[in-house]
């Protein structure tokens, strides 16, 4: 997934590196072993949903929606060109397998929400997913969604935050820091986990157990490395939208 991200983005020359690379572990644990999905049939009443608030970081997602099936690695190679089903941001209009439109920081897990009740209402047992940002945090909406999701004791919501310490303009402690952000979670109601965004073991183990809880809504913190696995951009204040070439980007892949 992480060969492929830096793929797609290296070919048309820039992109979110950085919050696309730090995502790629819970995004691969939640395609591939804990959600309840169907490639073929991408809007299925009853499937498990993903909302990736933070949709900038779309082309890691994109990359596993290929891998998966639900549309042709070719379209890959289309990024943020004219025509495209992949746009830089999340579109739900555009993109098989993509549960919601994305991009407004601080809106996402409001989406979620709602989601979520949709489904109580609808009588359907699924759970609902969605990442949202660190940066993204500093949204007084984050927090008011916070509250409600607790008031509604949606246990099927499981949220992730990836917390890569840093935010489009630099490092999160010089611009607005959010710890404890465990403390504020909690103190908000919720069941919450912190653990290594980068050990699939340790994720694996926090979804099972969110997934378990019966009465709170979920918040897994990940602490995470902003562009991991990419030599020129791991954790560099500057890698939120990078340019780089084609060429760079595969000497890259063959480093991984």
Known sequence: IRALTIDMIGFLGVGHIGGAMSIVEVLTLLYYRHMRIDPQDPRKPDRDQLVLSKGHAGPALYSVLSDKGYFPKEWLHTLNQGGTHLPSHCDRNLTPGIDMTTGSLGQGLSSAIGIALGHRLDGIDSKVYVIIGDGESNEGQVWEAAQAASQFKLNHLIAFTDYNKLQLDGFMNEIMSIEDLTAKWVSFGWFVQRVSGHDLAQIDLAIERAQSEPLRP???????????????????????????????ALEAIAKL
Do not use: C, Q, W
């Not at 897994?220 to 070439?245: C, Q």
């Open 218 to 248: 979920s918040m897994i913190v990940l602490d995470t490395i902003k562009g991991k696995g990419v030599d020129f951009a791991e954790n560099i204040a500057s890698n939120h939208n990078m340019k780089f070439d084609y060429p760079t």
